[in-house]
């Protein structure tokens, strides 16, 4: 089946400890998208990839960046997370920017 | 700015009863989706509506999209335990993918 995949479904990270959370899909989209979630709220935005083509949100962290290094891998790397990184993070992809989301597991990071 | 305001933000109902969830806007959105999402989990697609006026229905749950397409709906009929979960509506704005503030939904057996 066609799908998104997140690994780890769980990370454990220190506090200034780097972290890199990865998201795979095979539906061959051209956007791929990295959300923030925090205790049921909506999913924030923190970037995205259009192709090769990066967007960064404007109130998105400078601690956090993202690597897209083919179509269907994409990462996001936390540089020094803090405490107040900790949340869901969300891998979603979509066809082109007018097409719905279609999202990943997500990955739990704790930041001790 | 383009909002969705969702309502009600929570709910607590009793297995077998009926709710509606709304998903409202000033804007106008040349489509509209509804997710549920259940804790530890990503969001999951439940429908996508284009058409102003469009409904659609998915085994007990009807979605609507209004007349203008600023608007939404998502009712269940005979709600089950199984249907708990947090509900965002999203929609494709003028720049970008907008979500809904959410509903948090729990049906108590």
């Known amino acids: 089946d066609a799908m998104v995949i997140q690994n780890p479904r769980y990370q454990v990270t220190q506090f200034g400890k780097p972290v890199t959370l990865s998201c795979s899909q095979t539906l061959n989209h051209n956007v791929m998208y990295w959300y923030q979630q925090k205790s049921s709220q909506a999913p924030k935005l923190l970037f995205h990839y259009y192709d090769k083509d990066f967007n960064n949100e404007a109130d998105t962290p400078d601690n956090f960046q993202s690597r897209r290094p083919n179509t269907s891998f994409c990462f996001l790397d936390i540089r020094s997370p803090g405490l107040g990184d900790a949340a869901m993070y969300l891998c979603?992809?979509?066809?082109?920017?007018?097409?719905?989301?279609?999202f990943g597991p997500g990955t739990r990071l704790t930041v001790l | 700015t383009q909002l969705l305001e969702q309502s009600p933000q929570f709910l607590s109902i009793q297995e077998g009863e009926n709710l509606t969830v709304y998903c409202n806007s000033s804007?106008?959105?040349?489509?509209l989706q509804w997710y549920r999402q259940e804790p530890g989990e990503g969001p999951v697609l439940l429908v996508t509506?284009?058409?102003?006026?469009e409904v659609k229905k998915l085994k007990r749950l009807t979605f609507q999209f209004g007349d203008a397409r600023k608007d939404s709906s998502l009712h269940i009929t005979a709600a089950q335990p199984g249907d708990t979960g947090l509900y965002l509506c999203?929609?494709?704005?003028?720049?970008?993918?907008?979500f809904g503030t959410g509903t948090r939904l729990k049906v108590l057996a």
């Open positions: 509506v284009v058409t102003g006026g």
């Open positions: 979603a992809t979509s066809r082109d920017h007018a097409h719905e989301q279609f």
């Open positions: 804007s106008v959105f040349s489509s």
């Open positions: 999203a929609g494709t704005g003028t720049y970008k993918y907008i």
